[in-house]
């Protein structure tokens, strides 16, 4: 959610900030805007609703020049989707001030502002923020005295990047709660909510970490902890380059993403395996010693990462012999706890910054629950920060909200995890053997998988008139048929649900018809049986069905429905192969509907806020 870039340089740095702007439009956004101090030390601002082109547009008309400016993209809290309410905001015309997060005590803020005679110019949370700093440069004090002293009056989340004209060159950055990095040039600095933003210019990065205020120059970088103390963060170099997370030759980031997932897994797997087994120090050098302590797993997180944590339970249980529960951590945050000692609590997040998922784990931890790891796509993020445990899903960057490639990394990850506890539970070395078999066998079954594009594009046509879609399966491939509607809700804005497949008869069926077409997923296993007689439940109401079948199935056509095969899969490591169809489907439904793919309406790729 959001996005922050800042710079301060010996450079123009406005088409900087634009670009990182661009370089940030993934995370989702409304409104975008950008202030620079100009060559004489005064402020200057152009904001715009709608994209970055926009914006763009707008200081083409009317160019911005300037070495030290902060800019953002906003996604909708607090007002609506308005010039006034964009960012940055401003005070007296010599602060101005970019955030992520939600002031909580932003009304008690107003009126105390309002009462000191502070006019307000829009309906944010933010503009609190920038007022409280000008209060205090007026006491006298410095820029950096001005926003430690306003953090301290701050609660909720935040990121901040703050300048002034009256301290031309000079950028100060908090955070709490919510992401910022700083990027290390030469003989400039730079912030940003994410490093993806700042690529083009450096490769070097410091992630602040909670409680963190940095005061940056152009040749000089000090940081203070929460407490005051002036404190090193160390200086990463980023794998990273300019041109990873470019479209290249594919009309859309979500669409390279489906295409990449083959080199995904295969990255996701590089180095965790030798001589047959999973190497448990690839979870950090305390895995082995924690393993041992762990009697059952509680899973938490958010979306898509979610359904990967069920499939993930299903794996524990049947296959590990590990007992497992799965939670949606703003659920699990707000609820009574019955602490299980000695549970690995595993969260699991692309970005390593939902704020629930983080928030649930620091509430996990408060509780007693146990040792934690996290599966994550982003090595310095918070959530790696937190856990005693953390193993890189290696996805790569991943642009399109709708998340795809995390996605299934994260279940090839979840696979690793089920094989090194299920050794403590009595998983045969045969048995780990065959899996990790399979493992290794996934970018070329998910190659295959991505051949039925051509006939997945022909088949979108059928839902151009449709507003209603049901996704139906068994056992683990229920939670794929979730991660279905859920994908084609996104991009698509079709209204889609999916349910157990036994539940038909509990209350769906009464929803089917010619009308609402009902996808299944149907692998060869010892539910397919089962699965055949809620199809015909399907068929007898008339249903249009279309099924993933893998090939092996034996599953018949006829009126009213449409089989699409998928190569022989062995049931364990049929949710991630049976998972790419079903993102086809969705982008090619909502290339139909003329949805916008990469950033769909309301939504955002990091959210970063509760």
């Not at 105390?112 to 004090?141: C, I, M, N, P, W």
């Not at 939902?354 to 509430?363: F, N, V, Y």
């Not at 299934?408 to 696979?415: C, E, H, K, S, Y």
């Not at 007689?533 to 009213?560: H, K, P, T, Y």
Request: net charge negative.
């Amino acid at each position: 959610m959001c996005g922050i870039v800042g710079a301060v340089a010996e450079r123009d740095v406005a088409p900087i900030l634009l670009e990182g702007l661009k370089r940030l439009e993934y995370r989702g956004y409304d409104s975008a805007g950008i202030a620079v101090l100009d060559p004489g030390g005064r402020l200057e601002r152009q904001r715009a609703v709608g994209k970055v082109s926009v914006l763009g547009m707008g200081m083409e008309q009317r160019p911005l020049h300037g070495r030290t400016g902060i800019a953002h993209t906003r996604w909708a809290t607090h007002g609506r989707p308005t010039e006034a309410n964009a960012h940055p905001h401003i005070c007296s015309s010599s602060v101005a001030v970019v955030h992520n997060g939600i002031i909580e005590n932003h009304e008690e803020l107003r009126q105390r502002q309002k009462r000191a005679g502070y006019r307000f110019t829009s309906d944010t949370d933010t503009e609190t923020v920038v007022h409280q700093v000008h209060h205090y440069l007026e006491q006298g004090g410095d820029l950096l005295e001005a926003v430690r002293a306003t953090v301290a009056d701050l609660e909720g989340a935040y990121a901040l990047g703050v300048i002034s004209s009256g301290e031309p060159g000079r950028l100060v950055a908090a955070r709490l709660g919510s992401p910022l990095v700083i990027g290390i040039g030469i003989g400039e600095h730079f912030i940003a909510s994410d490093v993806a933003a700042l690529l083009p210019v450096t490769q070097r990065f410091v992630f602040l970490e909670e409680g963190d205020i940095a005061d940056i120059r152009r040749d000089q970088l000090t940081i203070y902890d929460s407490s005051g103390r002036r404190v090193e963060r160390p200086v990463r170099e980023s794998e990273l380059t300019a041109d990873a997370a470019e479209r290249g030759e594919y009309r859309h980031y979500m669409q390279k993403e489906i295409f990449e997932q083959a080199q995904a897994v295969s990255n996701t797997l590089e180095g965790r395996i030798s001589g047959g087994r999973v190497l448990e120090e690839a979870f950090g050098p305390a895995a082995p010693a924690i393993f041992d302590r762990v009697q059952g797993v509680h899973i938490i997180a958010c979306g898509t990462s979610y359904h990967a944590g069920l499939i993930g339970r299903y794996w524990l249980e049947s296959l590990a012999g590990v007992p497992c529960s799965v939670e949606v951590a703003s659920e699990f945050r707000y609820r009574r706890q019955v602490v299980r000692r000695n549970s690995l609590v595993v969260t699991i997040s692309q970005s390593g910054e939902t704020a629930d998922t983080l928030a649930g784990l620091k509430e996990a931890k408060r509780l007693g629950f146990g040792e934690a790891l996290t599966i994550c796509n982003v090595p310095e993020s918070s959530l790696v920060r937190e856990s005693d445990l953390s193993l890189m899903t290696r996805a790569g960057p991943e642009i399109g909200v709708a998340s795809t490639k995390a996605f299934t990394t994260q279940l090839v990850a979840l696979m690793l995890l089920v094989i090194v506890l299920g050794r403590r539970h009595g998983m045969s070395g045969q048995q780990e053997a065959r899996l990790l078999e399979q493992l290794q066998s996934l970018p070329r079954r998910i190659e295959e998988a991505l051949r039925l594009d051509p006939v997945i594009e022909r088949l979108a046509e059928r839902f151009a008139d449709k507003h209603h879609a049901l996704f139906l399966g068994r056992g683990a491939q229920y939670p794929v048929a979730m991660e279905g509607a859920l994908k084609l809700k996104e991009i698509s804005y079709i209204h889609a649900e999916a349910y157990p497949a036994g539940e038909l008869k509990h209350g769906p069926l009464a929803l089917v018809d010619a009308d609402m077409p009902v996808i299944v997923v149907a692998p060869n296993n010892e539910l397919l049986e089962k699965l055949k007689s809620n199809l015909q439940e399907v068929r007898a109401r008339g249903g249009e069905l279309i099924v993933f079948a893998d090939r092996q199935a034996e599953m018949d056509g006829g009126e009213g429905t449409q089989i699409f095969r998928i190569s022989p899969t062995e049931d364990e490591i049929a949710p991630i192969v049976f998972t790419v169809p079903l993102q086809l489907l969705s982008y090619h439904v909502a290339l139909i509907k003329g949805t916008d793919v990469d950033q769909p309406r309301n939504l955002a790729k990091s959210v970063t806020v509760e």
